[in-house]
């Protein structure tokens, strides 16, 4: 590509970001909010995008972002079953520092079979690739912009940085449309030490014969810790309790140390 070409292309993305930022800054109500993503989605070539928090929107809340233009079977696996938390883009959110593609989250996170069946699904239903920008806030819930579904997938890495930039500023004023009472601190499930601890090991990929070890207590102790954190988040396996406690806020993404669970 020529230096003239390369430097049109960036200058038309630069308008692209510059242009939603100034807009985005006096949007007054979700309605305007949405109709600017979803304009700034076209233009970049993407058909869906989502800006939600990541928490259980199956129920609407007022403390929670959810604006989203997904295919109804995406939203209804993710949303109306539950399965948000067992999402391979959701969890990839937790390891990922900036703007990710879809493609490239097998560099992120270890991949099972049913991350690579959610993303079979999605592909049939037209999400074929996306970028996800992780979106947190201390003190906080989990939330991210995502973009996906696009004709031509070979061209998408070249939005990601303006993807980075829109989808922060998009939070952003999400975040300041919320009523602002529902924006306190609330509470909170809480973990016990020793059940922490032990979600923290399986959160580095520790076996439970490890993690046994690790703290001095028996294999069973581990499993009756586990089985009392997986209780508490109301989720089936090791991978939904690590992310559920991450998102939370009862572990901190420092203390998993960049793995995620086996």
């Not at 947190?136 to 995502?146: A, F, I, K, Q, Y």
């Not at 004709?151 to 300041?176: D, E, K, N, T, V």
């Not at 581990?222 to 991450?246: I, P, W």
């Amino acid at each position: 590509m020529s230096s003239s070409r390369l430097r049109s292309k960036e200058g038309s993305c630069l308008a692209l970001v510059d242009g939603f930022v100034r807009a985005v800054r006096t949007t007054t109500t979700r309605k305007e909010l949405a109709t600017l993503i979803e304009a700034v989605s076209r233009d970049m070539g993407w058909r869906h995008y989502a800006l939600i928090h990541h928490d259980d929107l199956h129920v609407k809340r007022p403390d929670r972002i959810d604006l989203k233009d997904y295919p109804a079977a995406i939203a209804d696996r993710l949303i109306g079953q539950g399965r948000f938390r067992r999402d391979p883009i959701i969890r990839g959110c937790i390891f990922a520092d900036s703007a990710f593609l879809w493609s490239d989250l097998h560099r992120i996170i270890d991949f099972d079979s049913q991350d690579r069946a959610s993303f079979e699904y999605g592909a049939r239903e037209g999400l074929n690739e996306g970028i996800t920008v992780p979106c947190v806030r201390m003190g906080d819930c989990m939330g991210s912009c995502t973009f996906a579904g696009i004709r031509r997938p070979q061209l998408a890495s070249r939005y990601l940085g303006p993807a980075q930039m829109i989808g922060i500023f998009a939070f952003q004023a999400a975040r300041r449309l919320l009523p602002q009472s529902q924006c306190l601190p609330t509470s909170r499930l809480r973990l016990r030490p020793r059940p922490r601890d032990c979600v923290v090991l399986a959160g580095r990929g520790h076996s439970n014969k490890e993690i046994a070890r690790a703290l001095a207590l028996t294999p069973r102790t581990v499993d009756g810790y586990l089985t009392e954190a997986r209780r508490l988040f109301g989720v089936h396996d090791r991978t939904e309790l690590v992310v559920s406690a991450v998102l939370a806020g009862e572990v901190g993404l420092h203390e998993l140390k960049g793995r995620q669970p086996e």
